[in-house]
């Protein structure tokens, strides 16, 4: 066995070299991989689990709502496991709200988040009775007050603030800063709620953040919170109640020896802050993504080609940025391992995909003991992967499984190629001239 690859692996304790290779809570990798082909996601609900408890934790004694903002993930076998473990959702879009419907959610407990909801989103929203929209501009809380009058009814809203805070994170998962398209400028908050208060059609029930994506510190949090919290008062000493206060998601995982507090810890220093300022009973909502599902799958792929470069030895897999988009798009690094490590023979590699840019890429100057056939495994793939995944080059999407209770299931088929032109036309065939 490879000891540079089980050094490699992060802190997760669903992962594990068995005699049979990397193994997925005990259930070898390569056999699924053989059986199902590749590039195929494989998830762990226990590890979904475990990250949900350990939220859940450091709640204890709390009242706060968890709504799992499923545009990390929002396969319905995925949302079906938050569903049932009590969690509301996070919505972006029209279509995440069918999905969550579909499998059972509470429209109460869904809120809808987004700088760019239609008015059709709207009122499809308001028609099932949705527990809040999370508004994102003056322009938007107008329109939603003149589709919920239109409806004969009121739309529950809370005000997303941009705090100005710095989540010293990647400038594309970055949202809480004055230069970005999230939110309403905070000094523009107070008269913002005296203006929603006034319109007809919208209840304010709340306020919320939510400062960016794989944040691995507790003070970018503090800082936000302690800039809501003072807006809390001030609104509310203006006479308008808010009923919870949300404070988004954006907790970090380990990708690469990235050190985010726990939840439940993340949770205890927020909460004490909550304490010492008189806040600690109210009720709050969070919405985390990324953290929940981040580390509780893989995506298995089959080494195709070794090519060896001038300055570069490539590695050519069968996975590519089509299904793993996050290195392409914000240069992330996931951890990458032999399903089945070799003895001997380490080299270098970039690891590529088939698509014809330069940009896909899944790894760079990773030290790989591998051959041809031999199958990979992208780690920390449970998050932004399949969700952003596309049919780029006209590759069809990945399969996914779930391992839950020692059993595997099939969640997603892979996609079939005729599926992919199935709703196009081709243009009437020519008619002659003569
Ligand atoms: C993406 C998003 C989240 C979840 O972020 P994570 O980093 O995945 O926890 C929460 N709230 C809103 C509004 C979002 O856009």
């Known amino acids: 066995m490879n000891s540079t690859s089980i050094s490699a692996l992060p802190l997760n304790s669903h992962l594990s070299y068995t005699a049979d290779g990397l193994a997925l809570d005990g259930v070898a990798l390569a056999p699924l991989a053989q059986q199902h082909q590749t590039p195929l996601f494989v998830y762990s609900k226990s590890a979904m689990q475990d990250a949900l408890t350990a939220y859940q934790a450091g ?21 079906q496991v938050f569903a049932q473990a009590g969690c509301g959702f996070d919505i972006v879009s029209g279509g995440e709200l069918e999905r969550a419907l579909a499998v059972g959610a509470a429209p109460n407990r869904i809120i809808f988040s987004g700088v760019g909801k239609t008015r059709a989103e709207m009122r499809r929203a308001l028609q099932v009775g949705i527990g809040c929209f999370n508004v ?24 997303r603030v941009n705090p100005n805070v710095d989540a ?22 107070l008269q913002t709620y005296q203006r929603a208060a006034q319109l007809p059609g919208l209840r304010v029930v709340g306020i919320d953040c939510h400062i960016g994506s794989q944040i691995t510190e507790v ?13 809390v008062l001030a609104i509310e000493t203006a006479g308008i109640a808010l009923a919870h206060i949300d404070f988004g998601g954006g907790l970090g995982i380990d990708y690469q020896g990235d050190t985010p507090p726990r939840a439940n810890e993340l949770w205890q220093s927020l909460f004490a802050r909550l304490d010492a300022r008189g806040f600690g009973q109210r009720h709050f909502m969070i919405e985390p993504g990324r953290s929940l599902v981040g580390n509780a ?11 060896d470069g001038e300055h ?64 990979l495994a992208v780690l ?33 088929q892979r996609e079939p190629l005729s599926d992919l032109w199935q709703r196009e036309h081709l243009l009437p065939s020519a008619t002659s001239a003569a």
């Open 136 to 159: 994102e501009s003056v322009a938007e809380l107008n329109v939603l007050n003149e589709v919920a009058l239109a409806m004969g009814t009121q739309a529950p809203i809370s005000l």
């Open 380 to 412: 920390s793939a449970g998050a932004y992967c399949m969700s952003m995944s596309s049919n780029y080059n006209t590759r069809s999407r990945a399969a996914e499984l779930m391992i839950a209770e020692g059993q595997t299931h099939l969640i997603r």
């Open 219 to 231: 003070e970018p949090y503090l800082d936000a919170m302690d800039r809501i919290l003072d807006l």
């Open 59 to 79: 709640f204890e004694g709390r009242q706060v709502s968890i709504c799992y903002a499923m545009k990390a993930n929002s396969s319905l076998a995925v949302l």
């Open 297 to 307: 799958g893989v995506c298995l792929t089959e080494v195709l080609y070794l090519k």
């Open 312 to 375: 570069k030895n490539f590695c050519i897999v069968d996975a590519a940025m089509n299904d793993l988009p996050r290195p392409a798009m914000y240069e992330a690094y996931h951890r990458i391992v032999e399903v089945q490590p070799r003895a001997r023979g380490a080299a270098m590699y970039d690891v590529v995909g088939p698509v014809c840019e330069s940009g896909d890429w899944l790894g760079r100057d990773r030290s790989l003991t591998v051959q041809s056939g031999d199958y």
């Open 168 to 189: 010293k994170t990647h400038p594309y998962i970055s949202t809480g800063l004055k230069g970005n398209k999230f939110g309403i400028a905070h000094e523009e908050v």
